[in-house]
């Protein structure tokens, strides 16, 4: 069974990177969005298994994103993994406070990053 991943970035080489990396190295099915809002809609009609979700964003950014979801029943149990650029010990405590399932940094390496996925998720390799 292939996994499902939504990718909410509003970076544009990002959302591209990440998502060919795991498509092709996970063998997983991505969908994007370019803000939060938008991957609120899509999570809500898609049901992906976890969200990689970017924590700088203009508009609504990732922390908030991850509220507004929590508040949706039928999208408040998928796992979210917050990316970030942001690497201060105190970011990291309140992004690690808000209940996601984990926090990878920007930039990630391509090679490792369904691994990181997996890993931080319990999926074991398929």
Request: hydrophobic share 45%.
């Amino acid at each position: 069974m292939s996994r499902r991943i939504l990718i909410i970035d509003d970076d544009d080489d990002i959302r591209e990177v990440a998502g060919l990396t795991l498509e092709m190295i996970g063998g997983w099915t991505v969908l994007t969005a370019n803000s939060g809002s938008n991957g609120i809609e899509r999570a809500r009609q898609e049901k992906p298994d976890a969200i990689l979700l970017d924590v700088m964003m203009p508009g609504m950014d990732g922390p908030t994103t991850f509220q507004e979801m929590q508040k949706i029943p039928e999208i408040a149990q998928i796992p979210v993994i917050l990316l970030t650029a942001k690497v201060q010990g105190a970011d990291q405590k309140r992004f690690a406070s808000l209940g996601v399932a984990a926090i990878l940094l920007k930039p990630f390496d391509p090679m490792t990053l369904v691994q990181q996925i997996s890993d931080a998720l319990g999926w074991s390799a398929e």
